[in-house]
């Protein structure tokens, strides 16, 4: 089924699903048992539905750059030449003892040695050849990425620098706003003020493992099974979905700060299990104006399941949804993004909603990706096994760029 099938689809239960509130709420009245259990199954479907969409656009969006990719190199015979050599080298190092000897000539062509156990790969456009842009096909580092993109979700909207090392990298902060000018009269000497307030933020490079992938050795012998994407994908989504725990929830101790731990109190929720209209406008007016242009939402599915169902003076919804691929959900016109490391229970003192601008936290990520190849450890199941490495810190730069609210 189409996104855009997907879509309506979505629009049609969502639909139905607030049929049977405003009915009920017509008859100033709760949900039936009856009610209850379709208005369960509708909300169930439409999630359902939802995540679809998210897996079919990220689908989309690998399948585009590979078109692209592949329009690119049957336009220029050379590109294509090229591509065909990059492929037959890395299949030679897949598997170097049932290497070909095209293969292994690709390989020298490549400057790939097949005996080794490493692989840098690296930069995503691959246009450094200067610096071995030609050794891993460039379908394998887009796999990576946007299948890393997909499960840390944060890093679309946080700051991503990527470095040569991980040696310490410090960010210097200044804060001056508790300083203003004043006027003087004429021959009056200049007093002086207190000094701006200078810190720093040291970014410094966890490393993580994808741990291992499997792959029979009959797999890796079947020309037609497209392995840079195969394993890119997996690899990618292993490290992405450790990561998106980190980014979120992370203490900052041992592992990356989240932007839950960054965040500061904007409103305290009056009560424990629920949320008004009035509170979300309380944390929207607690973050500082100056960071409100690129302030947007974040939350657990289960809670925008809570905050659907707002509405304003006029009985309005105030959850817009969205229908156009690519483009979230919003609240008061504010991108919704969901994110499901954050909690999802509204329970004592749970910080439920988050709300600010997330390019102040920042993701360093240091060095080349490299991926490993263990030929012997798994050869009683005759299988070869890859892995992935990468070392990666995140931190937010203030507490007063991103507010939380929090229940009672």
């Known amino acids: 089924m189409q996104t855009r099938e997907l879509r309506e689809q979505r629009a049609k239960l969502y639909e139905q699903a607030k049929e049977l509130l405003e009915k009920a709420e017509g008859a100033d009245r709760d949900l039936t ?14 999630l359902s539905v939802k995540e679809r969409i998210d897996r079919q656009e990220s689908s989309d969006s690998i399948g585009r750059e590979l078109a692209q990719t592949q329009g690119r190199q049957s336009e220029i015979v050379q590109v294509a030449d090229r591509s065909d050599d990059v492929n037959r080298a890395f299949r030679a190092w897949l598997s170097p003892q049932d290497a070909t000897s095209d293969q292994l000539e690709a390989a020298e062509r490549m400057g790939i040695n097949p005996a080794s156990r490493e692989l840098e790969m690296r930069a995503l456009d691959g246009t450094d050849t200067s610096a071995g842009g030609y050794s891993v096909p460039d379908e394998m580092m ?3 990425w946007d299948a890393q993109l997909f499960f840390a979700n944060i890093r679309p909207k946080a700051t991503v620098w990527r470095t040569a090392t991980g040696a310490d990298l410090p960010i210097p902060t200044v804060d001056d706003t508790g300083n203003t000018g004043v006027i003087i009269g004429q021959n009056t000497a200049v007093t002086t003020t207190a000094d701006p307030v200078f810190g720093q933020v040291t970014l410094g490079a966890f490393k993580y493992s994808s741990k291992a992938v499997l792959v029979p050795v009959e797999l890796l012998q079947d020309s037609f099974i497209n392995l840079p994407v195969y394993l890119g994908s997996k690899l990618g989504e292993r490290i992405g979905r450790i990561q998106a725990t980190h980014f979120a929830t992370g203490t900052g101790t041992g592992e990356p700060q989240g932007v839950v731990d960054v965040s500061s109190v904007g409103k305290t929720a009056a009560v424990t299990n629920a949320i008004t209209f009035d509170e979300i406008i309380d944390l ?6 100056a960071y409100r ?18 509405k304003d003076s006029n ?4 959850w817009q949804m969205s229908l156009q691929a690519g483009q979230p959900d919003r609240l ?13 229970v509204l329970d004592t003192a749970n910080i439920v909603v988050l709300y600010g601008d997330f390019s102040t936290y920042y993701i360093r990520d240091a060095g080349d990706v490299i991926l490993a190849r263990a030929n012997e450890r798994w050869i009683d199941t005759h299988q070869v096994g890859f892995l992935a490495f990468q070392r990666t810190d995140a931190k937010g730069i203030s507490t007063s760029t991103i507010k939380h609210l929090i229940t009672a």
Do not use: W
């Open 33 to 46: 048992s009856e009610e209850r259990t379709t208005y369960d199954r509708l909300e169930k479907e439409q």
């Open 142 to 144: 887009r796999a990576f």
């Open 284 to 289: 929207t007016h607690s973050l500082d104006i």
């Open 315 to 318: 009985d309005q919804y105030l």
């Open 293 to 310: 242009p690129r302030a947007e939402f974040m939350m657990h599915d289960t809670i925008a399941s809570v905050l659907r169902k707002l």
């Open 332 to 344: 008061f016109g504010i991108p919704v993004n969901i994110n499901n490391n954050m909690e999802s």
